[in-house]
């Protein structure tokens, strides 16, 4: 039997699930190396399960994301009395799936869903939530984006960084990335195109696919992926995955628990969704954060593919194991 968790004053990890309600989510497409993304997923999947667990992107892209959500509230029944929050999420997304390696090492897909390598939020409680609990790979920090269709279409992320890996370097809060238009052009009106989230998603799908075409061969299905995702797109669900650990406070190179964990972020209201013109995206060059590095992604400003925009209403499920150390 597992132990009770022991509930202490000050604590702010309220008990999943987590309801996040008048959420509007922006996202650009960027292209990515695909083989830095193999060994990115393999680091967090792959090499810790000893390949009980196979998790690889499904096209050589990174979606880049920033979510503002209005009301953030735990749908237990004690938890859920104890009031509710806004955050602002940006981050980055790549978009996965997880198989099983073939005889002839063809990677054979089971469940498409996402994997977050970096997430910066602006609300503390929402970091200790997500990381504690389900494994996100979330840090604090001042995030910026517009608040109208007048203000100007920057997304903005400040947080703590450390340029270089010397005794003498001072870690300091400096501007990571933003995502901005080329024009320097207000966000606009925003004018649903999308009746259903299943209708956003299968546009984005075909335009992604149309992109990539002839530049990458997509893994091979199989039948349980075609049941996995026609059930997703059914029931509104976003499977995500997750590395869940705790470093062991006697030996500083190990794992006093690891996990890889499965969620979905339930879509619980669609308010309406579309499409968004391409932004540049420009990051920081730092030991802390080598996020075009991990991703693979080229230097300087980066112009995105297509965006989109969706408004509505979601819940970060119960979770599962899917392997424990």
Request: charge should be negative.
């Amino acid at each position: 039997m597992k132990p009770r968790f022991v509930e202490r004053g000050g604590e702010m990890v309220l008990r999943q699930p987590i309801a996040c309600d008048g959420t509007t989510m922006y996202a650009w497409l960027v292209d990515a190396d695909r083989d830095a993304l193999v060994r990115l997923c393999d680091q967090a999947f792959r090499d810790p399960s000893g390949g009980a667990v196979v998790i690889r992107p499904i096209v050589p892209a990174v979606a880049v994301v920033a979510a503002d959500i209005q009301r953030g509230h735990s749908r237990d029944p004690v938890d859920g009395q104890k009031g509710w929050s806004r955050e602002r999420d940006l981050g980055f997304w790549i978009p996965v799936a997880r198989g099983r390696l073939g005889d002839d090492d063809d990677f054979e897909i089971e469940q498409i869903g996402w994997y977050q390598p970096y997430l910066f939020i602006d609300n503390a409680a929402a970091v200790f939530v997500g990381r504690e609990t389900y494994g996100f790979a979330k840090a604090f920090a001042t995030c910026a984006m517009p608040s109208g269709p007048a203000d100007p279409s920057r997304f903005r992320v400040e947080t703590l960084v450390i340029d270089s890996f010397t005794p003498h370097t001072e870690a300091t809060i400096q501007e990571l990335y933003k995502l901005e238009r080329a024009d320097g052009g207000t966000l606009g009106a925003l004018s649903s195109t999308a009746g259903s989230f299943a209708e956003l998603v299968i546009e984005a799908t075909r335009r992604m696919l149309a992109h990539f075409l002839g530049k990458s061969g997509l893994p091979v299905p199989t039948w349980e992926l075609l049941k996995n995702l026609y059930a997703s797109l059914k029931d509104g669900l976003v499977p995500m995955f997750f590395l869940r650990q705790f470093r062991d406070v006697a030996e500083p190179d190990r794992a006093a628990y690891q996990a890889i964990i499965e969620a979905a972020c339930d879509l619980t209201a669609w308010r309406g969704g579309g499409f968004l013109d391409e932004h540049v995206l420009t990051i920081r060059t730092c030991a802390s954060h080598p996020i075009a590095r991990d991703l693979g992604l080229p230097a300087g400003p980066i112009d995105t593919g297509f965006g989109l925009w969706a408004h509505f209403d979601f819940d970060v499920a119960l979770g599962t194991e899917l392997w424990r150390a």
